[in-house]
Nanobody, 123 residues
Framework: QVQLVESGGGLVQAGGSLRLSCARS????????MGWFRQAPGKEREFVAA????????FYADSVKGRFTISRDNAKNMVYLQMNSLKPEDTAVYYC????????????????WGQGTHVTVSS
């Protein structure tokens, strides 16, 4: 079984930055495609970013492109989401996910999910 634990969320002013981390344990001999999703109050969960197994390719939602950066350290079983120029509309619970089972990395059909970390951006 795979466990994912997010950290790094918090309260930040608009224009500020946060770095989210996702620590993975269990079945660490397997390298998965990893993703970040978010869910704002009253809204559906949406794709934020994804990264391939070796980190060679990254994917971003249009709403965060140019502001967020996903990265990974396979030796440490960690995935990161650097969030810059934050906006109030980025306020959400951010989830780390592993091993997509859908047709694309953009779908929320991932096999493993963390519990989420709250990000609040004040105006």
């Amino acid at each position: 079984q795979v466990q994912l634990v997010e950290s790094g969320g918090g309260l930040v002013q608009a224009g500020g930055s946060l770095r989210l981390s996702c620590a993975r344990s269990g079945r660490t001999f397997i390298t998965y495609i990893m993703g970040w999703f978010r869910q704002a109050p009253g809204k559906e969960r949406e794709f934020v970013a994804a990264i391939t197994r070796n980190g060679g390719n990254t994917f971003y939602a249009d709403s965060v492109k140019g502001r967020f950066t996903i990265s990974r350290d396979n030796a440490k079983n960690m995935v990161y989401l650097q969030m810059n120029s934050l906006k109030p509309e980025d306020t959400a619970v951010y989830y780390c996910a592993a091993d997509p089972s859908g047709a694309t990395v953009f779908s929320d059909e991932y096999n493993y999910w963390g519990q989420g970390t709250h990000v609040t951006v004040s105006s």
